[in-house]
């Protein structure tokens, strides 16, 4: 129990971390297509916003404490929580890195609460795998056009 809470704390401070780096990119993106990538990060956001509570809450149904301060989130995601303010298609190219490894590690904590019989928080993990597998469709599909992958 003790490795799939970690990994909990773990997926969590990530989870949080790609959305204040989301939900910053909206705000401070700029350029020609201003409003396309306005709307796909407040999009991406808006989602990732709606699953922090349920995944916090997930670890209290653990019976453990959510992790509360920045300097710890930001260390147990191995994220910067510290958002830069890169051109908007290196912003996208960000996203979909961080997007990449959510997705992966989603699947092994849902390996790991599957192992453990927690078959309510695997439904959970296996929503929000499928969550950022849409979040890659569209930040792929924006950076194909670019030639860049
Ligand atoms: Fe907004």
């Not at 971390?17 to 709307?39: P, S, T």
């Not at 989602?47 to 710890?72: C, H, M, S, T, W």
């Amino acid at each position: 129990m003790d490795k799939l809470l970690n990994a909990m704390k773990i997926a969590f401070a990530s989870e949080f971390a790609f959305y204040l780096k989301a939900h910053v990119f909206h705000w401070n993106v700029e350029g020609a297509d201003f409003n396309d990538f306005h709307q796909m990060f407040g999009d991406i956001y808006a989602e990732v916003y709606g699953a922090i509570d349920p995944f916090a809450e997930n670890i209290r149904k653990l019976d453990a404490y959510v992790p509360g301060k920045f300097q710890e989130m930001s260390m147990i995601s191995g994220a910067d929580i510290e958002v830069e303010v890169p051109p908007a298609m290196e912003m996208v190219a960000i996203l979909l890195d961080d997007n990449e490894k959510l997705t992966k590690l989603m699947g092994m904590v849902y390996k790991m609460a599957d192992a453990a019989g927690e078959y309510g928080l695997a439904n959970f993990l296996a929503e929000r795998q499928d969550a950022h597998r849409k979040h890659g469709w569209m930040l792929r599909a924006t950076l194909k056009q670019t030639g860049r992958i």
